[in-house]
């Protein structure tokens, strides 16, 4: 068995080049961008309206300014402002030469081609050429890209973003108990709950789900699964059958189909039995079946492989939060994801029978690390989690 760092770092000291595409934006959502992006152009690239009113020389404190023409967004002014003058202009609209001041629509009256303000103008309103940012500027590194990086790209006037290739994901359910939801159970068995969570955390992670569906505890049908699934799927995550017991076949299977074992068995709890390898550029998981287990050893190590795939490191989002209520332990040998609720500064521990009480996840909006070697928790203390 080994501590969760040295089998973080195996994934992380895999050396793979992985292929990138160009995709339009609006494809783009929830992809890794590879490259950083600097700007081609200024922004804005005119000074420009923040607001409707009247451009003026901001030196001019006259009582009231002729109207020279009007000044609508996407217009180029023809007129210049000089002592006595202005253009009535709208939000968006190029600055007219001689003037450096907009009095907004509201604090002047407007009689007879003339604006006439009323009101001080404490404000400029006007956003200069390149405030926000400058030709050549760096606008973005390497990240996933979420709604907020799109609109940052086409603000550039980029239609399309280079990013790394989705990798297509092979899921394998192992287990002669398991029947797909929708037919109707024996005694013994139960539904196949980790073929449709590993396959939304397959989506969510921006990658691409193929299932294999339920394969029943036998090495010919599990070695015909999987040899079919490495010729089709860039990873492929097999769930149960990878522990101790007589039909735990998921091991040795994998071994005879070529694959090479990285690490079996890691100090972490739930999941301790994972496994991870990989057969040329092929990389394989076999998640622990217990649901809990497989969902908490894809958050932490399937999603690590996915975007060191993509060049990046998996950064979760942490918070930090202080304990309701105390935590205590007897095993402190293995690092512990324990589910729990962060509300507002307050992180409370849901109460949570094991990795099979997958229904305990409902409420939990966060996981908890304890790192091996701590045994207890006082309430109060502050504690470290990631966002689930
Ligand atoms: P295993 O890892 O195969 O020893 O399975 C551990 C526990 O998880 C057993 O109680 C299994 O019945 C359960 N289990 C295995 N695979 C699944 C699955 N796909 N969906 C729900 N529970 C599962
Ligand atoms: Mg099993």
Same mark, same amino acid.
């Given at each position: 068995m080994i501590k969760i760092d040295e089998a973080m770092k195996i994934i992380r000291d895999q050396k793979i080049v992985w292929p990138v595409e160009k995709v339009a934006l609006i494809e783009a #959502?929830?992809?890794? @961008?590879v490259k950083g992006m600097t700007s081609p152009l200024d922004s804005p690239p005119f000074a420009k309206a923040a607001m409707d009113g009247f451009a003026i020389d901001s030196k001019d404190n006259s009582s009231k300014y002729k109207i020279l023409e009007i000044i609508g967004a996407g217009d180029t002014p023809t007129k210049k402002i000089k002592e006595g003058t202005c253009s009535k202009i709208m939000t968006g609209a190029m600055m007219p030469a001689g003037a450096d001041k907009i009095i907004r629509v509201e604090f002047a009256d407007e009689q007879n081609g003339f604006a006439l303000p009323h009101t001080p103008e404490p404000t400029g309103n006007v956003i200069a050429k390149a405030e926000n940012l400058k030709a050549g500027d760096i606008v973005l590194t390497p990240c996933r890209l979420e709604a907020k990086e799109i609109g940052i790209i086409a603000s550039l006037g980029f239609p399309k973003v280079e990013v790394s290739k989705r990798p297509v994901i092979g899921v394998l359910t192992t287990g002669s108990e398991l029947k797909n939801p929708g037919e109707k159970l024996a005694p013994g068995q139960i539904y196949n709950s980790n073929g449709l969570q590993m396959s939304a955390q397959i989506i969510s992670a921006g990658c691409i789900p193929k299932y294999y569906g339920i394969i029943v505890d036998d090495r010919k049908s599990l070695s015909d699964a999987v040899a079919k699934a490495f010729r089709e799927c860039d990873i492929v995550l097999l769930s149960g059958g990878v522990s101790k017991g007589d039909y735990d076949y998921v091991p040795e299977v994998l071994e005879d189909n070529g694959m090479k074992t990285l690490f079996h068995r890691v100090a972490i709890k739930p999941g301790r039995p994972l496994l991870f390898g990989r057969k040329d550029d092929i990389f394989v998981f076999g998640l622990p079946g217990n649901p809990v287990s497989t969902f908490v050893t894809f958050e932490v190590f399937v999603k690590t492989l996915i975007f060191h795939m993509a060049g990046m490191e998996y950064k979760p989002t942490l918070y930090k939060g202080k304990l309701s209520r105390k935590v205590k332990r007897r095993d402190t040998e293995r690092t512990e994801f324990h589910p729990v609720i962060i509300r507002g500064e307050s992180v409370e521990p849901i109460k949570y029978l094991g990795s099979?009480? #997958? $229904? /305990? @996840?409902?409420? /939990? $909006?966060g996981m908890m690390t304890i790192p091996n070697g701590i045994a207890e928790y006082k309430e109060g203390e502050t504690v470290s989690v990631r966002s689930i």
């Open positions: #959502l929830g992809r890794i @961008m099979s009480h #997958l $229904n /305990a @996840m409902a409420e /939990a $909006n």
